[in-house]
Each structure stands twice: as C-alpha cells, then as structure tokens.
C-alpha cells in the first residue's frame, strides 16, 4: 500500500496499482488504517470515477466519512460530490462540497484547493463557466501540484469545448496540464489537444497527439484516442494500420468507444472483402452496452444477413435496431429494409 513517506514518483506509482483494481482495493478500505489519508483517499476515488467505476469512488467516500479527522471526513464529503457530478446532481454535489469546507474547523489550505476544485466542476457542470474559471484559478495559487494539475486540465477542456476553431488559449492551458508531468492528466490533455487539431484539420499533428494519449494508463482516454487515431488513419488510406488502432479501441473496456471501434473496424473488414470477420467483429458490437453502437451493429449484421441469402436473420437484425430512436440509425435501418424487399422479388 502507499507509503506517505516514500516519494511522488512512487506513490503515484503504488496509487496507479490501486487505482487498477477498483473491484477489490476498495473493500480493504477500513476507517482507522495509517497511510489511508486525506490525499490518497481523494486521488484514489477521483481516479476510480475517472473511470466510471462509481460504486468504488462511492465505497472510498463511505470509508473516508466513517474515518476519524475532519481532513479524511472532508475528503468524503468531495467524493461524495463527485458522485453527484456522474449523475448529474449538480444541487447536491454543490451542497457536499460546502459540507467538505465546513468539516475542517481550521483553515486547511490543501482542502480548501480541491473544494476550489470541485466546485469549479459543479459550476462548468451548470454551463456557469466564468464562476468556474474563477474557482480555477484560486486552485492555482494552492501549491498543490496534483490539484493544479487537474485544474489546468479542467479549464483547458472547457476553454476547448466553449469554440469549434482553434483557441490557443485552451491549447496552452493544456499544454500547462501536460508539463506538470502527472499521469491523470497528460493523457487526458493531449487527447484534448489532438481533438482540437484534427476539429480544424491539422492531422499531423493530431495524429501525433493521439499517439501519446493512446499510450495513458487512463483507459477511456486510451480507447478513444485508438478510435480517433485508426479513425484518421483510415480517412487517409493507411487501412492496414488503422485497423491496428481500432482494434485497440474494441478490446478495451469503455463502452462507447470499444463499440465504436468494433464499428468502424468492421466496416473496414467488409470493404475488404472479408465477411467472415466482419460478421464476427459486428456481433461482438452487437452486444455492448452502448445502446447506438449495438443498434448500428444490428443494422450491419442485418444487411450481411441479407446478401447471405438469410432473409429471415437479416430482418431480425434490422427490427433489433429500429427499436432504438436515433433518427440516422431509423433511416439506416429503412434503407436495409428497402434493400430486403429488393433481395425476395
């Protein structure tokens, strides 16, 4: 476990490991153990949602508050905020974060910046980005480097998200976020920076952009970097290494984005001829969680099925996908069905 008195560079190198087993550190938690602090409870729930693995950023901040020492108590309170964040209970995550200032009956500058911190998150949450911005900035006069970190990574993003052309502003600030060197958020910046400059079509540079952040221990920005980067790679004709990326993107475990890279390598299968793959890779989308990524596999299995000569098989498809009510994947849906009435004349 972490030991406080070790350096940064191996405590950050024991809270990866921790933070790589959210199924099984958290229920070692226990109120009372020595080296389970302020700083490693909230670094250690922050990166578990970071993730969207809620329940252990949940079960950290259940131990924190149970702990003896308003630093611990304080840093449950800010979980428990976070929590709020993932489901969009902005009131209540606001009100948790107040409770986490008033815990401390003493100035605590290092709790004071990640309440600054949190609050910044609820406000940019709330579309309140000037209020944000400011709350921000008082993070970056704390001192602390990890919270600065986050800060700079918080305020790049939503200086990025505020504009679709190039804000070099954003693209500096993230630059800022990279330089401090913490895991958490250079990948999650460069991700950032490559996105803007594939947006305004520089993909040079993105493609470089997304080949560090493709390398992050963060893993839905590792699997969405794959995706973007086989997905450039593949708009400019390098298909072979493209589909490297994408399947990358379809091992991975975020839901959306191995989805879409099952997608997209799929689609790259079936241009090429290969059917047998593509029929494997398609049913593989078919069954994830992301709901638009498992209807538009439906769609592709159903038009397979159709050329197959499997009429049945394919409209089945194709009625599992008209359930869902995004309107492309209707029309997608409309055409496969036109193209079954053509095949049975």
Known sequence: MPDRT???????????GMLAAPHTVPLGLKPGIPWFDFDLAF???????NRDEIAATEA??????????????????????????????????????????KTVKVPDPDVAAEVAYVRGLVLEGKGNHRDASRQYALVADSGRPRTFARAAL????????????????????????????????VGPARLMQALMADRVGDHDVAASLY??????????????ASFHLGDLLRSRGDTQEARTHLAVAARSSDPEFSAKGALALGIL????????????VFTFASNSRYE????????HLGLLAIDAGDFANGE????????????????????????LRNARR
């Not at 670094?43 to 949602?49: F, N």
């Not at 449950?76 to 993932?86: D, E, K, P």
């Not at 080949?211 to 969405?224: C, F, K, M, S, Y």
């Open 6 to 16: 070790t350096s940064d560079e191996q405590f950050a190198k024991d809270l990866a």
């Open 43 to 49: 670094e250690l729930g922050l990166g578990y949602a």
């Open 60 to 101: 950290v901040a259940a131990t924190a508050l149970a702990s003896p020492g308003a630093r611990l108590q304080a840093a449950g309170h800010l979980l428990t905020a976070v929590v709020h964040m993932s489901r969009g209970r902005f009131r209540r995550a606001w009100s948790a974060a107040g409770k986490a200032a």
């Open 154 to 185: 918080a305020m790049g993003g939503m200086l990025a998200r505020e504009t679709q052309d190039w804000d070099q502003d954003a693209f500096d600030t993230l630059s800022t976020a990279v330089a401090t060197g913490f895991e958490e958020v």
């Open 211 to 224: 080949r560090e952040a493709a390398h992050t221990t963060v893993p839905h920005t590792a699997a969405q």
């Open 269 to 280: 299968l079936m241009e090429a001829g290969e059917s047998a793959d593509a029929l494997e």
């Open 292 to 299: 638009p990524g498992a209807a538009r596999a439906h769609c």
């Open 316 to 339: 089945r498809h194709l009625r599992i996908a008209q359930r869902h009510k995004d309107p492309q994947i209707k029309a997608a849906v409309a055409e496969g069905l036109a193209h």
